[in-house]
């Protein structure tokens, strides 16, 4: 059993019996530990259920070493934990000074979005047209509170927009905040409709808006003249800092390729990019993004890799 950032505290046996308890001074020393006789030293896992290295005291936090008793880690970061943040220009420093909020974001992950309809779809089997749908991720960043937009949105075979553009870079603080975001967008953005269509802006002030914030267009879209979420659903899947950094470089070397629509498109983005980082996605390379978003679901969820399944509606603000 564990704490809010995961240290473990209680170990029990098979009849829920504690033979271990355990408890750690904020920044992971070891309080005290008590263990019923013949489980000493059973619980591998501790502080942030990292692994303790006995010979040096030293925490093992993957791609550096962690010594509790000083607060720091023993070798300076490669990344900046945050470029707006003090803190994050401490290369050796722990969770930003705050160990009672925050743990070490080892287990990193990644929330693959969809759109529900969008783009000019294709013909079924069965006769009818369905929305081709769209797909696009937040990648957590190793700072705990920065999550990196990715999409893609159509391109023909010579470059040419099938609408909106492409996009990397912008950030979020976390999933919540990326709906949340969205709401507002949607609600910014039907403000703008109705002033056009009333004359209050001209069509040029109108673009001139969209234009200083992508977003406007990016998180929204217009069904039947109405404004409405771009995204539908976000599902969180548990990633490691590594998968995480090599998605990031491959979607950043890519987000800008020429591509066919049905062919490449954007759900091709995210999964090659999950594929090369070793997260399997199962991708059928002809299926819409759609219904490759709902076989992927499925895969992750019988494989308990999906922490979390979000809810543009759940972020919707100011419904009247």
Known sequence: M???????????????????????????????Q???????????????????DKESGYYFYNARHYDPEIARFV????????????????????VHNN?????????????VLKAEEGGPGFDTPGGGHKAAGHTAALVQDKSADRWTYFSRNGKDSSGSRLGGSNSAGYTFKNPDAFFDTQAKMV?????????????????????KKLKANPLLEELTEIKNGKVGERYDKGLEIKTTSKQDTKMKLDMYKHIDDQYLFLGNNCKDLVTNAMNK??????T???????????????YQQK??????????KDYQRDKK
Not at 6 to 24: C, F, L, M, P, Q
Not at 196 to 201: D, E, M, P, R, V
Not at 303 to 312: H, R, T
């Open 2 to 32: 564990t704490d809010q950032v995961d240290s473990v505290k209680v170990v029990t046996d098979d009849n829920g019996i504690a033979i271990t308890r355990t408890e750690y001074l904020p920044f992971g020393e070891t309080w005290f």
């Open 34 to 52: 008590e263990d019923k006789p013949g489980h000493e030293g059973q619980n591998t896992p501790k502080y942030n259920s990292q692994e303790l």
């Open 75 to 94: 070798t300076a970061d490669t990344v900046i934990d945050g470029e707006n943040s003090t803190q994050g220009w401490n290369r050796y420093a722990y």
């Open 99 to 111: 160990p009672i909020r925050y743990k070490d974001p080892t287990g990193h992950n990644i929330v």
């Open 187 to 207: 609600k910014e953005r039907s403000a703008l409709e109705k002033q056009k269509t009333a004359g209050k802006i001209s069509d040029e002030d109108y673009q």
């Open 277 to 282: 980082a070793g997260i399997k996605s199962r």
């Open 284 to 298: 059928v390379a002809e299926e819409a993004p759609n219904k490759w978003y709902d076989r992927f679901k499925d």
């Open 303 to 312: 494989k308990g890799n999906v922490e979390w399944e979000y809810n543009a």
